[in-house]
């Protein structure tokens, strides 16, 4: 056995998970978004292009430029409060860096919808701030609505989404050498000249990573702005998820998920690229 | 805690967790169904295979979360001794998307219009009336109900109304018996007025307040039903099914929902006096579900069993109790009207649900403009 067979071999198990549930799931998706469907609501399959043609409906810009600007809030949000906490854990966590990373993942064990709910106990009308409010004598009646807004579904994304920041920043933090930060400080360069021609190109990779860890999934997120948002934070994952699950047409929510896959793809072909430029990065 | 949560979160209506379901298993189930070749209406059989009511097996039970007393289902464990698997669903697409999956279910639970759709196509089994001794408690009108020619194929479960609740002591005003009253109320209380997440009964409900067919196919009514509800969509609170939840903690202080929904608010309100309910001149929604036993079923004889079990007038009177929505059995209209008694805005007779507007989930082309309809709505 040639260690090319070998490892052609040790491929095969993978290959075959994505086969199965990546790559039929998908062909079956692509079906239904070409098809029809019967009395009791199974998919017919056919021919009818005219699916991808509501698509373009321009009923629909407001939900995407939505989700589109829910995404890139989410994502600059992360980054802002996601950075300072990777760059305190790279660089001054000390023997307790592994435990901090696992108390920010720790979240991650419970359920996701049950952590967006966590924020609905807290923020909601009858909800641990408004009751703070109300004990320290704000206006509490009525109670301030923060639950049913654009703020309360980004506020739960960025929870969501945060570690996907912190993790990748943190990789890129504890593989540069702390040794350049030093040597920006003897240059007598400020902490502020030092970060920015010194630590944020040598994290950039990890930034651009995180970006796209975040951003891609929030694009499609639809249970925060369920339970969080209100009349005016529909999504386009809210649009997708009404054609499966809430009497909708499911042909033009397969059809709509085609399309929006192509347009991540194209986000992600383009981060791809960008990450194997060998222009960027300090080292 | 976590339990609490969810109980406090959901109800039967709910779609939330569907969502979630559909992450998941609702989209493996929708999947499994693409796969079974070429699904197809077939007129229902003239003679239905009639199963013989005795136990043959442990029942899979599958209906929407805290909809039938577990009391009464433990003591038909007891009587019986077999055992009730619970499994929840949260909206009917998502009950249908199993179903239509092959998930072997004894025993569901399907509203009227989706029950036609399920006899249509012959994806049920027949219930022979002579094996339920307790067929005699079931209301003549549902000896031949729209939705099932000869009850073949079904036995009549609850019975609702969709109308308006409202807490009086934020909400002083006096209310017209119309469904313009959430139009004038609207800007008064912008973010407390909640509409339910449900295309059916929100396009419906303006339709009917336009004075149109409440499942009209006609753009221009529907347009027109649109452009309404786009006046006041900046004052709803929320377009949300979990109208328990949102009545509970003081969210919503108007809520468009169903008659059975309320009644669990205000028997579980610390001031239940302060609720009210009211249904609307121009046409009040109205509907029942049922108990049926699909195709699939493996132990379709303690199915049987099950549904006459619950037609035995305790047990109904019992259920009803429970669950605050009429069953639709002699004994169970009795014992909500007593339940009622003291609420006479929530009273509901069985005259009302005959003669209701019947809500029928829209289909084929017809679905496609209702849906698109609806996402004006919730897109705009």
Request: hydrophobic share 45%.
């Given at each position: ?8 071999l040790?491929?095969t198990p ?31 399959f056919g021919?009818?292009?005219e ?24 994502t ?15 660089r ?10 696992v108390?920010i ?9 049950v952590?967006i709910?966590?924020?609905f ?22 109670p ?11 506020g ?6 945060l ?16 040794s ?7 240059l ?8 920015s021609?010194?630590?944020w ?40 998820n009404?054609?499966f ?13 085609i399309?929006?896959?192509?347009m991540?793809f ?16 300090a080292? | 805690?976590?339990s ?7 109800n039967?209506?709910?779609f939330l ?8 298993g609702g ?9 079974t ?13 009639y199963p013989?009511?005795q136990?043959?097996?442990d029942?899979?039970?599958?209906n ?11 003591k ?22 199993k179903?239509?999956a ?35 408690e ?9 939705y099932?020619p ?19 002591d ?10 313009n009253?959430i ?9 407390k007025l ?13 339709l009917?307040?336009n004075?149109?067919?409440v499942?009209s196919?006609?753009r ?5 039903a649109?452009?309404e509800?786009?006046?006041?969509k ?16 003081n ?9 059975g ?15 009210r ?6 046409g ?25 079990f619950?037609?035995?007038?305790e047990?109904a009177?019992a ?18 009207q ?6 006479p805005?929530?009273?509901l ?25 609806w996402?004006?709505v919730?897109?705009?």
């Amino acid at each position: 056995m040639t260690s090319n067979r070998l490892w052609r071999l040790l491929l095969t198990p993978g290959a075959l998970w994505l086969l199965l549930l990546f790559v039929a799931p998908f062909g079956v998706v692509v079906a239904v978004s070409l098809g029809t469907t019967d009395i009791l609501g199974r998919p017919v399959f056919g021919w009818f292009p005219e699916n991808y043609q509501q698509v373009l409906d321009p009923l629909f810009v407001p939900v995407l430029l939505r989700s589109a600007a829910f995404a890139v809030g989410t994502t600059l949000l992360c980054l802002v409060t996601g950075y300072p906490v990777a760059y305190m854990i790279a660089r001054f966590g000390g023997r307790y860096r592994n435990l901090l990373i696992v108390l920010i993942i720790l979240p991650w064990f419970a359920d996701y919808l049950v952590r967006i709910y966590a924020w609905f106990v807290i923020l909601g009308n009858e909800g641990v701030v408004n009751g703070l409010l109300h004990a320290i004598g704000l206006p509490g009646n009525p109670p301030i609505s923060f639950v049913n807004t654009p703020f309360a579904v980004v506020g739960g994304l960025v929870y969501d989404y945060l570690p996907f920041m912190i993790l990748p920043i943190y990789a890129a933090l504890e593989r540069m050498d702390p040794s350049l930060i030093e040597a920006g400080k003897d240059l007598y360069g400020t902490p502020l000249q030092t970060f920015s021609h010194v630590t944020w190109p040598a994290t950039i990779q990890g930034v651009i990573a995180g970006c796209v860890l975040v951003g891609l999934p929030t694009v499609g997120d639809f249970a925060t702005a369920q339970i969080l948002g209100g009349p005016n934070t529909y999504m386009i994952g809210n649009l997708i998820n009404d054609q499966f699950t809430n009497g909708g047409y499911p042909p033009f929510g397969a059809a709509l998920t085609i399309v929006l896959m192509a347009m991540l793809f194209l986000v992600m072909i383009f981060y791809l690229r960008s990450a194997s430029s060998p222009s960027q990065g300090a080292a | 805690m976590a339990s609490d949560i969810w109980k406090a979160a959901f109800n039967r209506r709910d779609f939330l967790r569907g969502s979630a379901a559909l992450g998941l298993g609702g989209a493996a189930a929708y999947l499994a169904a693409c796969g079974t070749g070429t699904p197809t209406a077939v007129a229902p059989v003239a003679t239905p295979h009639y199963p013989k009511a005795q136990i043959d097996g442990d029942l899979e039970f599958f209906n929407w979360n805290q909809y039938l007393d577990p009391v009464t289902i433990k003591k038909f464990e007891k009587n019986y001794g077999v055992k009730v698997k619970q499994t929840n669903f949260d909206n009917m697409q998502s009950m249908m998307a199993k179903l239509n999956a092959g998930i072997p279910y004894d025993i569901t639970f399907p509203t009227m219009d989706f029950v036609d759709q399920l006899v249509k196509a012959n994806a049920l089994i027949g219930i022979d009336h002579s094996q339920l001794q307790n067929w005699n408690e079931v209301p003549s009108y549902f000896n031949n109900p729209w939705y099932d020619p000869h009850a073949f194929y079904s036995v009549p479960y609850a019975l609702w109304t969709t109308g308006l609740a409202w807490r009086t002591d934020h909400v002083p005003d006096t209310l017209a018996g119309s469904w313009n009253d959430i139009w004038t109320l609207a800007p008064k209380y912008s973010g407390k007025l909640f509409l339910l997440d449900d295309f059916q009964e929100t396009l419906g409900m303006s339709l009917l307040r336009n004075h149109k067919d409440v499942n009209s196919g006609s753009r221009s009514d529907l347009d027109a039903a649109v452009s309404e509800i786009l006046k006041i969509k900046s004052h709803v609170g929320k377009f949300s099914t979990d109208d328990i939840t949102n009545m509970n903690n003081n969210s919503a202080w108007i809520h468009h929902t169903w008659s059975g929904d309320i009644y669990q608010v205000i028997s579980g309100a610390t001031h239940p006096e302060i609720w009210r309910y009211e249904t609307a001149s121009e046409g009040v929604p109205t509907g029942n579900d049922t108990f049926v036993i699909p195709k699939a079923a493996k132990h379709p004889g303690t199915a049987l069993k099950f549904i006459d079990f619950m037609l035995a007038p305790e047990n109904a009177r019992a259920n009803v109790n429970y669950f605050g929505y009429p069953q639709v059995t002699t004994s169970g209209i009795d014992e909500y009207q007593k339940l009622v008694a003291q609420l006479p805005f929530l009273s509901l007779t069985l005259d009302t649900a005959i003669h209701g507007l019947r809500e029928i989930v829209p289909t084929g082309s017809k679905l496609q403009l209702w849906d698109s309809e609806w996402t004006k709505v919730k897109a705009g």
